[in-house]
């Protein structure tokens, strides 16, 4: 949680940053999330978030596009890691054009 505020407070001084969790680590970081999905984001702010929707490989199972469906969040995709590449690029991009924190799943 603290890991994300300090990324938000980059964020909103104009500087693009970045924070990766997995699933349970959002849910640590879930007020602060919320808020910020509403404060916005003035640097480019991209969250990555390591799901497991069908508990593999962690102690729970957790889809957390329900997050950035409850907090009205994009949500970025990828399906191999050249996209990721290159989704990550497009998520800073489009974080920086609509002043809005972007998600991004893995």
């Given at each position: 949680?603290?890991?994300?505020?300090?990324?938000?407070?980059?964020?909103?001084?104009?500087?693009?940053?970045?924070?990766?969790?997995?699933?349970?680590?959002?849910?640590?970081?879930?007020?602060?999330?919320?808020?910020?999905?509403?404060?916005?984001?003035?640097?480019?702010?991209?969250?990555?978030?390591?799901?497991?929707?069908?508990?593999?490989?962690?102690?729970?199972?957790?889809?957390?596009?329900?997050?950035?469906?409850?907090?009205?969040?994009?949500?970025?995709?990828a399906i191999n890691i050249q996209?990721?590449?290159?989704?990550?690029?497009?998520?800073?991009?489009?974080?920086?054009?609509?002043?809005?924190?972007?998600?991004?799943?893995?």
């Amino acid at each position: 949680a603290v890991g994300f505020q300090v990324a938000l407070g980059a964020s909103m001084c104009n500087a693009r940053s970045f924070a990766c969790m997995k699933h349970v680590g959002l849910n640590v970081a879930a007020d602060a999330f919320m808020t910020a999905t509403y404060a916005g984001a003035h640097g480019g702010f991209v969250v990555l978030s390591a799901d497991d929707p069908n508990c593999y490989s962690s102690q729970n199972e957790q889809d957390n596009r329900y997050y950035g469906l409850h907090s009205l969040c994009p949500i970025f995709e990828a399906i191999n890691i050249q996209e990721a590449k290159d989704v990550i690029k497009y998520a800073f991009d489009f974080s920086e054009e609509f002043q809005s924190l972007v998600m991004m799943r893995c």
